[in-house]
T-cell receptor
Framework: GESVGLHLPTLSVQEGDNSIINCAYS??????FIWYKQESGKGPQFIID?????DKRQGQRVTVLLNKTVKHLSLQIAATQPGDSAVYFC???????????FGQGTTLQVKP | NAGVTQTPKFQVLKTGQSMTLQCAQD?????MSWYRQDPGMGLRLIHY???????DQGEVPNGYNVSRSTTEDFPLRLLSAAPSQTSVYFC??????????????FGPGTRLTVT
């Protein structure tokens, strides 16, 4: 992911709305991508993943979209709930290295 | 399953001291890794291992050593602590296929302060 300095970008949404969190990844050779959710004081929690031979994958209330042409990954959360408030990170696996590299993260705030 | 466990939860060190952060997993995962997370920042990869006896450097390996003598354990050693190593340290593990670490599970973290 691109460096954005010390402050994580913030996305503020209304409860019940859909959320879209974006991530620009760095390595065009990356072959696997993951989205993580991190709540305050806890370790990252796996949400959903996608391999580079796919462009879309759906889970429960979440969808990940992959655009390899512009090295862009997005996480869509349907009907956002207060419990979705957290920091969201994308991570990319650098092909043939085993290195899973994290992006800078986005803070999602859900307004009641 | 306990998942990924880390000890200690908190640690304060003086500059120049050494210590080992412990990480263990009971899921028989081949892949294990260490990350550090500074306030308001993302996670940066320190070292990783694709199996017992195999380790490699991540993005920020300087000042840290690792070894992987068993599948279950992946300790991180700070050789001579510096204030710049003040951070939260996360250990993670996953199964892997052809070198790709799928669905990494993270431990609760160790909060380290170096004075």
């Amino acid at each position: 992911g691109e460096s954005v300095g010390l402050h994580l970008p913030t996305l503020s949404v209304q409860e019940g709305d859909n959320s879209i969190i974006n991530c620009a990844y760095s390595n065009s050779a990356s072959d696997y991508f993951i989205w993580y959710k991190q709540e305050s004081g806890k370790g990252p929690q796996f949400i959903i993943d996608i391999r580079s031979n796919m462009d879309k994958r759906q889970g429960q209330r979440v969808t990940v979209l992959l655009n390899k042409t512009v090295k862009h990954l997005s996480l869509q959360i349907a009907a956002t709930q207060p419990g979705d408030s957290a920091v969201y990170f994308c991570a990319e696996n650098w092909s043939n290295t085993g290195k899973l590299i994290f992006g800078q993260g986005t803070t999602l705030q859900v307004k009641p | 399953n306990a998942g990924v466990t880390q000890t200690p939860k908190f640690q304060v060190l003086k500059t120049g001291q050494s210590m080992t952060l412990q990480c263990a997993q009971d899921m028989n995962h081949e892949y294990m890794s260490w990350y550090r997370q500074d306030p308001g920042m993302g996670l940066r990869l320190i070292h990783y291992s694709v199996g017992a006896g195999i380790t490699d450097q991540g993005e920020v390996p300087n000042g840290y050593n690792v070894s992987r003598s068993t599948t279950e354990d992946f300790p991180l050693r700070l050789l001579s602590a510096a204030p710049s190593q003040t951070s939260v340290y996360f250990c993670a593990s996953s199964y892997s296929m052809r070198g790709v670490p799928y669905e990494q599970y993270f431990g609760p973290g160790t909060r380290l302060t170096v004075t």
